[in-house]
């Protein structure tokens, strides 16, 4: 059985056997080739033995975060008709569509290893029009834009589209042209633009309604963001301008989603929860997946005014566009409680990746290990390989002498001791929660005044190697 297969959505079955159908023998086994090769190697790491449930829960959980929508294709298709705006009005769609070239331009990545060979050639001669929306149609069929999933109808035609936690927390390696080759789950996608995606949708009314604004304000606070980040606190809290009175500094930087393990409490606001947590709230409150939620602190009316007023901390699965209130009763399949177990379990299996060689200097970095561990004062937070506080790993803004306003969206007014594994994925768009630092240097500098530790310039220079080492 081949990991892809053992997806738990019979749409999906019937999507991929419609496609293979199509794409010839060569490109199903190097397809179910790559996904096997890379399956073991991720079992591999977790030490689970092939087979075995971990290793079973593993190759699961990797499916439901590259391919899972929890049906909340009812929402981006279905409700704001983002599937239109791909199509454009030439294949019965709205507006210009969205073709490969714009795909990418948004930040979209394309999983080369679902592009048939015979494609992958065409496309290398230039012999594919990567201006034509169609294409983009096509490569959604074949399920090879990283975390966007078509759905179709009998005839062939785009239904409907939804979205996948890959989209966020997935890359590609660029080996086949930037923008497209291998996956890297767990990645932040630093590149993707969220706001001028969900700023395409024909429809903004129901954000528009929940957040009480008109249609340009809507428009204006989603393009605000900017590319690598989103704000994931807007529904609940409707707090769509952050300190310096721009949307961009409401949100946060895309954080990655892998080594995870061992640690309490993630997310750059303090409180929330765990990753068990966390993904069932995305699930349910941010992609708009159908399921169960439960979480009485989102009742608060002063801290969560949207969400209390929507009762999302008593969410059951429905189908709606998820700002109206959730209903007290199930109308519809759970389709995100069965997925958490394995979901959970794969980004926990999920390594952080090594820093590449040459990218840092080692002798440097053996000397900033210890201004981290001694004179910087850097581990009294950024623990041993966790690189956060094992426990209650939240501190308050004051500990860091930064303001409390993303703190203050959280449930306890803290940050979290973010884990400092493997920056050289995530150091595009800044440092901190909002990027507000745009280098390393700046991180350091910032801690040399707000902790008072006056160090040299070689001590901050070594200790900036040793944080690209890590
Ligand atoms: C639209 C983009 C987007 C999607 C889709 C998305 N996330 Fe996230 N994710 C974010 C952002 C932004 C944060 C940071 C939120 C915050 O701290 O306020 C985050 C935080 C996280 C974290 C915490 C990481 C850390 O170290 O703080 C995990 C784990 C995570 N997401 C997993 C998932 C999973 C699993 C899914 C699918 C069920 C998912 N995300 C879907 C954008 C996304
Ligand atoms: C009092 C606890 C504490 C101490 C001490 C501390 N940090 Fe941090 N660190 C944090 C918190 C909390 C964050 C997350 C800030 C945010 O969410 O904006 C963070 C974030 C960071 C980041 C940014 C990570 C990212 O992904 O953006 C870096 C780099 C970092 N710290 C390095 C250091 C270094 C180097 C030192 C020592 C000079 C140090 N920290 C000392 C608590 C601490």
Redesign the pocket.
């Known amino acids: 059985m081949t990991p892809e297969r053992e997806h738990s959505l019979p749409v999906v079955k019937r999507l991929f056997l419609t496609v293979f159908a199509g794409v010839g023998v060569y490109a199903l086994a190097s397809m179910v080739l790559t996904g096997t090769v890379s399956g073991l190697a991720a079992i591999g790491r977790s030490s689970a033995a092939p087979g075995t449930a971990a290793a079973r829960l593993v190759v699961q959980g990797r499916n439901v975060f590259r391919y899972d929508t929890f049906g909340d294709e009812a929402v981006w298709g279905g409700v704001l008709g983002l599937h239109k705006a791909i199509e454009g009005s030439k294949l019965g769609g709205v507006g210009a569509g969205v073709s490969p070239k714009s795909a990418l331009a948004l930040g979209l990545k394309v999983d080369a290893a679902k592009i048939p060979p015979k494609v992958a050639a065409a496309i290398k001669a230039g012999k594919v029009n990567l201006d034509d929306p169609a294409v983009t149609v096509t490569l959604l069929k074949l399920n090879a834009v990283v975390g966007v999933r078509g759905f179709f109808d009998k005839r062939g035609r785009l239904g409907s589209v939804g979205i996948t936690c890959a989209v966020c927390h997935s890359t590609v390696d660029n080996s086949f042209a930037p923008g497209i080759g291998r996956r890297l789950d767990g990645w932040p996608n630093q590149d993707l633009n969220v706001g001028a995606i969900v700023a395409a949708a024909p429809n903004l009314k129901p954000l528009e309604d929940a957040l009480h604004v008109d249609e340009a304000t809507v428009k204006k606070v989603l393009l605000g963001w900017g590319r690598g980040y989103f704000n994931a606190e807007l529904n609940l809290d409707g707090k769509a301008v952050g300190p310096d009175g721009t949307p961009h500094s409401a949100a946060t ?1 895309i ?1 990655s989603a892998f080594g995870k393990d061992g640690q309490n409490l993630h997310t ?1 606001e303090g409180g929330w929860g765990s990753v068990t947590y966390w993904n069932a709230f995305v699930a349910n409150l941010e992609m708009h997946g159908t399921g169960n939620f439960l979480d009485r602190r989102l009742d608060d009316k002063a801290r969560f005014p949207i969400a209390a007023a929507a009762r999302f901390g008593h969410t059951r699965p429905y189908v709606g566009e998820g700002v109206l209130p959730a209903p007290a009763q199930a109308q519809t399949a759970d389709r995100v409680t069965e997925a958490l177990r394995a979901l959970d379990f794969y980004q926990h299996a999920l390594p952080p990746p090594k820093p590449p060689k040459g990218s840092f200097n080692a002798a440097a970095a053996a000397r900033g290990k210890a201004v ?1 561990n001694g004179a ?3 581990a ?3 623990m041993g390989s966790l690189g956060t506080a094992p426990g209650y790993n ?2 308050p803004p004051s ?2 002498c ?1 303001d409390s306003f ?1 703190a203050d969206r959280g449930p306890d007014g803290t ?4 884990p ?1 594994q493997s ?1 050289f994925t ?1 150091s595009k768009r800044g ?4 990027g ?1 630092f745009a280098t ?1 240097l700046d ?2 500098n910032h ?2 005044s707000c ?1 008072k ?1 006056g160090l040299s310039a070689q001590q901050k220079s070594d ?1 900036v190697q040793y ?1 690209k080492s890590r």
């Open positions: 930087r954080p750059w981290f910087g004062k850097c009294s937070c950024h939240a501190v500990a860091i930064i993303a940050y979290t001791i973010a400092l920056l995530r440092f901190y929660h909002d507000r390393l991180v350091v801690y040399d902790f530790l200790l944080l």
